[in-house]
């Protein structure tokens, strides 16, 4: 017969043998191109129609299966393959439509067509648990295709194919991984929430699974790519902005989100949230798709709208609106050569004009547009007439919420806004002034009484203070002026809360409802200290908590808010004698009040002034250790940050009791080293409160990267927390150990020393804790990933801008395999497991071992891999061929590196030594690490009262 067979042929054809040969033909023929696949579709349906005529389906599909296996084992990329199965595709497409139409005519009459694909599907699943992972790729690559052509599905048939499809979501390889995600997004909706049978598999929560956990980044987006997008997998659906793969973002962003638009309801905070992740991401090409989605997408959808798209963000409580406009005056500059402001403009702002208003000037700014902002913005003194205007509207609504009349000669109550949309329509305008051409004498002296008439009189909000200090420090002359300034508007504040006026001649204040605790017995104790300093205040601590009873709590909190932005703008101190009695009489004594709000703002203040003052940092750093222990949440985490801050930039000597150093009875000197490792050793173990935990691991980070921190337990910690199967409920946290631990390792040899310190002892606690398995979580990688991940981390070929001698002669791989393999025989559970012993010494043929190592070096490592052969890994059953084979063509490399004569002339120099000095003594190696860790292991299983206790016992010491 012809090999290029048509259907009349087929017609002829009168054996079963000839229709078997024929479908033959038809796969033969099919592989070459695309083109013949339409012919060839029409004779398979031919060839379908012949074996029912002849009564044998059977053999037909019999036939149908071994073509198929002889597709299954060729490899990944083989277009022939691909050709087959997408003709196979094609034909049950065909059939199936053919198979409706007769039943819609005959329904008694018996299916064939679902004889037939039943038939192959059910061959196929054969080859779901087969040995050769290429099998198991192209059974569940065919499945997909088989699925997605087929009309309906029996019960019976589906449970089959999810509860193989469900096991292949975990197989090693992820390309069959992928295949089993797609072969499940086909049965997504299939089972309803109130369906009776409680057998079936719901699709949708294991693609999820896989979505979030999959250790692949390519299955989490192939998952994310078929995950159906419904109002309840939403709000998860969205949390893959924040994947740790920038591809998965990328993604994200080109592709889900419009999905998402099209199928769900995005709210304003949700499309805040969106923005923000991909404008601020650390990838510039997740950065340009987020861009693209707000500049083109997003605007398309309001037909260039971009006040009305701005609205749907809502500015007044959105973080991101600005540099959203940023992006957009930087892509759409065909828009942006159209803007024009008018008079009318000006005259009627809203949230959405003042921020635009405001981000254009600082772009014409940058852009060197002058005549743009000639054009389109107000002279200084015009802007000074508008920001009194908002600020007597702002009095407007106020005095309306009170139940009061506005003073109808202020003209501007007839503008339609609401409390909030004033209150940021003035906070845009004083972010404009910050920036805005203040050289006109008349504009600057109108801005300037305008600026403290409102700070004083009117309750601002935060950022309103914030913005209005700011312009305040810019038109002052120099700190001094500014700082002095501030203090009197502070004293204005107090006084206007008062009911008498004993307290003119000096600037006093306190807190309200102080409680007696012992931190204010000890701040009582510092006053003699501090009257020695400033005479001129006989007790300010007993009168200033004396005096400020009388004021009320919310300007309390506006006059710690004032401190606290401008202690934020100070660059240097140079009126220190203001910011101690500030300090000591306003700020310090709020740390002890019952309102958490002021609390935290009087924690903050204390912040910022250490980072200025070296020596107020003890005194920081005592009230930190103090809130991190007894306080909040929300006030332990400014503490944190704050004592990042301090250790930052003055380091640990100046905060910390050195070695050998008594606590004095009048210092808050008391932190010691250990004090201090620990305070972020307990709250990064600490996955119940998930926002302390990332904010330890970016600090400690922060001050490694800075050399500021040195502890190695602490920094294996980082390591622990990464592998920890919790840490995937931390997204913040997983992110920043993703992208922390890397670049520090790359950063420089000696950080990547500490990696190969560390490594060994890593990885013995990590296999561990997953033997152990105490929080009942799966690891969502396995151990050949974390071996080829501390590989890669202490390769000194990949560390930044290492010279050619220095990677040459670097040890530094040498000393993490040593490390590593005597982690691993140190413990029995591990070298007697085969699932941790294999990877660990197949990973050796990743070792990089440079020309100039010193020949010692690789004979230690050489004897070192010989005796742990010899005396723990002969024997055992993990000792399998694939781990004998690694450890034999390492030695043979470190052999060939060392050369015969080095290796006899160091044998004959160690049968002179007593002691080799470098055996691999496994047993006092383990003490020695078991000791060097007993602080860290004793913190494990100490109770929390204990710990409480110690702290309790410092604080009574100071």
Not at 417 to 442: C, G, H, R, W
Not at 646 to 659: C, Y
Not at 878 to 883: D, H, I, L
Request: aromatic share 6%; charged share 30%.
């Amino acid at each position: 017969m012809d090999s290029n067979i048509t259907v009349k042929q087929v017609q002829k054809l009168k054996t079963v043998d000839q229709v078997i040969y024929s479908l033959g033909l038809v796969f033969q023929e099919c592989q070459a191109s695309l083109g013949t696949h339409k012919r060839l579709l029409a004779v398979l349906q031919a060839l379908l129609a012949k074996s029912l005529t002849l009564d044998a389906l059977e053999n037909f599909s019999e036939a149908f299966c071994d073509i198929i296996n002889r597709a299954l084992p060729v490899k990944k990329g083989q277009t022939a393959v691909d050709r087959i199965f997408r003709l196979i595709g094609s034909f049950v497409e065909a059939i199936e439509k053919d198979s409706q139409d007769e039943m819609d005519q005959d329904d008694e009459k018996a299916d064939p067509v679902a004889v037939l694909t039943d038939t192959m599907i059910r061959h196929l699943l054969q080859g779901t648990s087969a040995k050769d992972k290429v099998v198991r790729f192209r059974v569940f690559q065919l499945i997909s295709i088989i699925v997605h052509h087929m009309s309906s599905i029996n019960n019976e048939l589906y449970e089959l194919l999810t509860e193989h499809a469900s096991s292949r979501l975990r197989d090693r390889e992820a390309t069959v991984r992928i295949q089993a995600v797609s072969c499940m997004a086909m049965f997504q909706g299939s089972v309803d929430e109130e369906d009776e049978n409680e057998s079936l598999v719901d699709p949708s929560k294991l693609i999820l699974e896989s979505m979030e956990n999959d250790p692949s980044p390519e299955v989490r987006r192939i998952a994310l790519m078929h995950i159906q997008k419904t109002e309840q997998l939403k709000s998860r659906i969205i949390m893959r902005a924040r994947d740790e793969n920038q591809a998965v973002r990328k993604f994200f962003y080109t592709t889900v989100v419009k999905q998402l638009l099209q199928q769900v309801k995005l709210d304003a905070e949700t499309r805040n949230d969106i923005l923000s992740w991909g404008l601020n991401d650390r990838e510039e090409s997740v950065r340009l798709a987020a861009e693209k989605l707000f500049c083109y997408d997003w605007l398309e959808s309001v037909n260039g709208n971009v006040m009305e798209l701005l609205e749907r963000l809502h500015v007044t409580t959105s973080s991101v609106a600005e540099t959203a406009i940023k992006c957009f005056l930087s892509n759409r500059a065909d828009i942006v050569i159209k803007i024009d402001f008018s008079e009318q403009f000006w005259q009627n702002l809203t949230p959405e004009t003042a921020l635009f208003s405001k981000v254009y000037y600082d772009y014409c700014t940058e852009k060197n547009m002058e005549e743009s902002i000639d054009k389109n913005f107000p002279e200084a003194v015009e802007l000074a007439k508008l920001l009194q205007k908002y600020m007597n509207l702002r009095l407007d609504n106020q005095k309306l919420i009170e139940g009061r009349e506005a003073d109808p000669g202020e003209g501007v109550s007839d503008i339609p806004m609401d409390a909030n949309e004033v209150d940021y329509v003035i906070e845009q305008l004083l972010k404009l002034a910050i920036n805005y051409d203040l050289s006109d004498e008349v504009g600057r002296r109108e801005i300037l009484q305008v600026l403290r008439l409102s700070l004083s009189e009117h309750m601002l909000t935060d950022n309103q203070v914030e913005s209005l200090i700011q312009v305040i420090k810019k038109i002052s002359i120099n700190e001094r002026d500014f700082c002095q300034m501030l203090v009197e508007i502070v004293a204005d504040i107090r006084d206007s809360h008062l009911e008498d006026d004993d307290f003119d001649a000096t600037f006093h204040s306190a807190v309200s409802e102080m409680p007696n605790r012992s931190l204010e017995k000890q701040d009582e104790e510092d006053v003699p200290s501090q009257q020695s300093k400033q005479p001129i205040l006989a007790d300010p601590r007993q009168t200033a908590v004396e005096s400020l009873k009388e004021v009320p709590t919310e300007a309390v909190k506006y006059i710690l808010i004032i401190i606290k932005c401008m202690l934020g703008s100070l660059e240097k101190e140079e009126d220190r004698i203001s910011l101690n009695s500030l300090m000591a009489t306003v700020v310090e004594p709020f740390f002890e009040s019952e309102d958490e709000k002021v609390a935290e703002l009087a924690l903050y203040c204390i912040g910022l002034r250490a980072v200025l003052n070296e020596e107020y940092a003890i005194k920081a750093a005592f009230y930190d250790s103090v809130a991190i222990s007894h306080r909040h949440l929300e006030m332990r985490a400014i503490a944190l940050k704050s004592l990042t801050d301090i250790i930052a930039v003055h380091g640990t000597s100046s905060i910390v009791l050195q070695p050998g150093e008594v606590p004095q009875t009048d210092s808050m000197k008391v932190i010691t080293e250990v004090s201090l490792a620990r305070t972020y050793y307990r709250t990064l173990r600490d996955d119940t409160k998930p926002e302390l935990q990332a904010i330890a691991g970016e600090s400690i980070f922060k001050l490694f990267l800075a050399d500021v921190l040195t502890d190695d337990e602490l920094f294996e910690t980082t390591l622990l927390a990464w592998y920890n199967p919790t840490v995937n409920a931390n997204e913040t946290l997983k992110q920043c150990l993703a992208f922390c631990i890397p670049t520090y390792s790359y950063s420089h040899l000696n950080h990547q020393q500490r990696m190969c310190r560390v490594a060994g002892d890593a990885i013995r606690r990590t296999f561990l804790n997953w033997e152990e398995n105490k929080d009942g979580i799966k690891p969502t990688t396995d151990v050949t990933t974390v071996l080829h991940q501390f590989t890669a981390w202490t390769d000194p070929s990949r560390v930044v801008n290492i010279s050619k001698p220095d990677l040459e002669s670097s040890t530094n791989h040498i000393l993490y395999v040593t490390n590593v393999l005597k982690a691993v025989c140190s413990e029995e559970r591990l070298y007697t497991n085969q699932k941790y012993l294999v990877p660990t010494l197949t990973a050796l043929s990743k070792i990089y071992i440079g020309k100039s190592v010193v020949q010692n070096r690789l004979v230690d490592l050489l004897r070192a891999v010989e005796m742990m052969e010899s005396e723990f890994l002969e024997g055992t059953k993990a000792y399998t061929k694939p781990a004998k084979t690694a450890v034999s063509v390492f030695v043979s490399r470190l052999q060939a590196l060392i050369g015969e004569e080095a290796l006899n002339a160091k044998d004959d120099a160690d049968e002179d030594e007593e002691s080799d000095p470098g055996s691999f003594d496994l047993e006092a190696e383990a003490q020695s690490e078991q000791d060097s860790n007993t602080s860290v292991e004793k913190e494990d299983i100490a109770e929390s009262g204990e710990e409480e206790g110690e702290l309790e016992d410092e604080e009574s010491r100071d």
